[in-house]
Nanobody
Framework: QVQLVESGGGLVQAGGSLRLSCAAS????????MAWFRQAPGKERVFVAR????????VLADSVKGRFAISRDNAKATVSLQMNGLKPEDTAVYYC????????????????????WGQGTRVTVSS
């Protein structure tokens, strides 16, 4: 069983930055494709970013391109989401997600193709 624990959320003013981290355990981290999703109040959970098992081929949602970056450290079993230029519409609970092995391109963006989830960390961006 894979356990994921997020940290780094908080309250920030528009234009500010936050760095989210997710620590994984229970499985060799290099076996896991990692991603971040977010869920705003009253809305469905949506894809934010994804990184392959070896840290290549990062994919970002259009809404965060140029502002967010995803990275992973396989030695430390962590994945991070650097968020710059935050906007009020980025306010959400952010979830770390993982799946074993690789994925087809069409699977990157859907929550149903990820098997493991963290408890979420709240990000609030004030205007």
């Amino acid at each position: 069983q894979v356990q994921l624990v997020e940290s780094g959320g908080g309250l920030v003013q528009a234009g500010g930055s936050l760095r989210l981290s997710c620590a994984a355990s229970g499985r060799a981290f290099s076996d896991l494709t990692m991603a971040w999703f977010r869920q705003a109040p009253g809305k469905e959970r949506v894809f934010v970013a994804r990184v392959s098992r070896v840290g290549a081929g990062a994919v970002l949602a259009d809404s965060v391109k140029g502002r967010f970056a995803i990275s992973r450290d396989n030695a430390k079993a962590t994945v991070s989401l650097q968020m710059n230029g935050l906007k009020p519409e980025d306010t959400a609970v952010y979830y770390c997600a993982a799946t074993l092995g690789g994925q087809l391109l069409a699977q990157y963006y859907s929550a149903r193709y990820y098997d493991y989830w963290g408890q979420g960390t709240r990000v609030t961006v004030s205007s």
